[in-house]
């Protein structure tokens, strides 16, 4: 049974992976857009392709599809199709250690805190991406924390990359709320 | 860096020793299994392994109802409806599964379609799709390599397309292993030495890469002491039975503690150059082993050091400094790399096997950072890297 100070906690708790998951989400449709890496990784990708990432049991999550133009599509807190690649972390506590970076991606795989069903060489390319993501819109520190290795980039080259993600983001947005 | 969280898990039984296959019948009976099919390849049988294992069932009530020997060296799906049709038509009741990875992997999906029913094993492909136990399952495996007898992975290429699906699953995992010495004695030199290298990559990966824990440790240390002190005496005496089960042992060893904590960069590199040249997987192992042990090291990889204690003994290790120990390991693997070529020309480079050039790094660059033991191998490796640790091993 939950205490009345441990609902609102998870609730908390809940509400920070769903943000932090869709916030990755979507900067990463949006860098798919105008980085050049990611479309070189993303180039080998099906058309059609649908990455989902959840964390049991349907606590929050995202799935992104990959489209005929090449560039990634939001497309929501659950794909509404199969996915093709499934990331699962087995429990919202553990999904949070991941999300607050007090465990990086390789860790909770080492520790069996995630299961990967699907295409597994798909999945690898996808991992990559938004370990790639993660170098632009972490802070340096929380970046370093994630990551097995932070790349050889200079501030400028981050900043500049930052900005041009956070631009489309904003773009898509906008687009979001007109549709 | 050592991993404090772990699952840990290896429920099968092993059957270990001297005239271990005796053990059979009544293993059989055990599980109340009594019209068991022998899944085997050509070779196997010809070099008469099958009947070490008939003969065991001569002073039993029971009786072998058929012996499948078509394996081929890369299993297929159909070939899995196939055998799971004559097993249904002859009304076997369990599977021994005689042979190296391939039969091991065969069988364990005509176990799948057997036990849950259907034509097409690739319903149950994937993560944890089973969701119950099988019928009763016998291993004895013929290679000292594969740890395959108590790994709960099969891979079985799809007839049509050719892609490798994956079934992953703890009901995979046979009932008993039967680890009997007659069995891989008349393995040829150089397979004895590239399965043994495959075990101890199995061993040296487990215990360095991210998901290590002390019980995977204890099984891969073990399996390094045995590998390392029997590698060479079963190169110069084939007949040396002891030294055989030593290496059966420790190939079983290793493949629990890799079940139990994945493997890295070196498999990663090594399955892609076993899918783009068709070198053997064992062999793949031996090329890569020292250079990316090597990679990792220099990248900052710490565990290495321990590892010379059961690969070159308490002598070399203590007379052995402390900072030198890690690259003391890497030359060890590269001794046992050139004594193994001495005794059966084990090609020690990519060059040395006459099946690779260069134009094909580039492509087992793509497949390696796209192979999913990359995930806990400790270090990062991006194309660069891959393309890097190639060039080192041509
Ligand atoms: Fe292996």
């Not at chain 1, 999945?123 to 370093?144: G, H, T």
């Not at chain 2, 992975?153 to 490798?164: F, L, T």
């Not at chain 2, 050091?305 to 690259?327: H, M």
Request: some cysteine; proline content about 5%; overall charge negative.
């Amino acid at each position: 049974m939950k205490t009345e100070k441990n609902k609102i906690t998870t609730a908390l708790r809940d509400g920070y992976l769903n943000t932090m998951m869709g916030v990755i989400a979507r900067s990463l449709c949006a860098m798919s857009k105008v980085d050049d890496h990611l479309q070189y990784e993303l180039s080998v990708v099906p058309d059609n392709f649908v990455l989902q990432m959840k964390v049991l049991p349907n606590v929050a999550g995202f799935a992104v599809k990959k489209n005929s133009d090449g560039h990634l599509e939001y497309l929501g807190k659950e794909p509404g199709e199969k996915a093709d690649v499934t990331i699962s972390i087995k429990h919202p506590e553990l999904a949070y250690l991941v999300f607050s970076f007090q465990e990086n991606t390789a860790e909770a795989f080492a520790r069996n805190r995630t299961i990967i069903e699907g295409d597994l060489a798909m999945a690898m390319r996808l991992i990559r991406c938004i370990n790639w993501l993660e170098v632009f819109i972490l802070p340096k520190a929380a970046a370093e924390k994630a990551l097995k290795r932070y790349p050889d980039i200079s501030f400028k080259e981050k900043s500049r990359t930052a900005s041009k993600i956070y631009g489309r983001l904003a773009l898509d947005m906008l687009n979001w709320s007109a549709a | 860096m050592n991993t404090p969280c772990y699952d840990f898990f290896c429920p099968v039984k092993i059957v270990a020793g001297v005239r271990s296959l005796e053990h059979l019948p009544h293993e059989l009976s055990n599980l109340s299994a009594s019209r068991p099919m022998i899944i085997t390849d050509i070779g196997v049988r010809q070099a008469g392994l099958v009947d070490h294992v008939t003969h065991a069932f001569d002073d039993s009530n029971i009786t072998i109802i058929d012996i499948f020997d078509d394996v081929p060296p890369d299993s297929s799906t159909s070939l899995v409806s196939h055998i799971a049709d004559r097993y249904r038509q002859l009304e076997c009741d369990c599977i021994i599964a005689i042979g190296g990875g391939s039969v091991i992997d065969t069988s364990k999906g005509v176990n799948i379609l057997v036990s849950e029913g259907g034509n097409n094993v690739t319903d149950y492909s994937g993560v944890d799709s089973l969701k119950r136990p099988l019928r009763p399952f016998f291993v004895i495996p013929t290679t000292a390599g594969t740890g395959s007898e108590v790994t709960s992975v099969a891979v079985i290429a799809d007839s049509n397309s050719g892609v490798k699906h994956i079934f992953t699953c703890s009901f995979l995992l046979p009932n008993v292993a039967i680890l009997d010495p007659r069995m891989t004695k008349t393995l040829p030199p150089h397979i004895t030495a590239a399965t043994a290298i495959d075990a101890l990559t199995h061993a040296i990966e487990a215990f360095t890469c991210m998901g290590k824990n002390p019980l995977s440790d204890t099984y891969a240390t073990a399996a390094i002491r045995k590998i390392s002190e029997n590698i060479l005496k079963v190169m110069d005496n084939p007949e040396d039975e002891l030294g055989r089960l030593e290496l059966a042992q420790a190939s079983t060893m290793a493949g629990i503690a890799f079940s139990n904590s994945m493997v890295g960069l070196i498999h990663a590199l090594g399955h892609s150059l076993g899918v783009v040249c068709h070198i053997p997987h064992g062999l793949c192992m031996s090329i890569f082993l020292p250079h990316a042990l090597e990679y990792n090291l220099h990248n900052g990889q710490h565990q290495l050091s321990e590892l010379l204690l059961p690969l070159a003994g308490a002598e070399v290790y203590s007379r052995t400094p402390t900072d030198q120990r890690s690259q003391a390991v890497i030359n060890f693997i590269h001794d046992l790399k050139d004594d193994l070529f001495e005794r059966c020309q084990l090609p020690r480079s990519l060059s040395e096997t006459g099946k690779v050039n260069k134009e094909h790094f580039a492509r087992i660059v793509e497949l390696t950072v796209d192979d999913a033991a990359l995930i806990l191998n400790p270090i990062e490796v991006d194309r660069d890297d891959a393309m890097a640790l190639l060039h080192k091993a041509w």
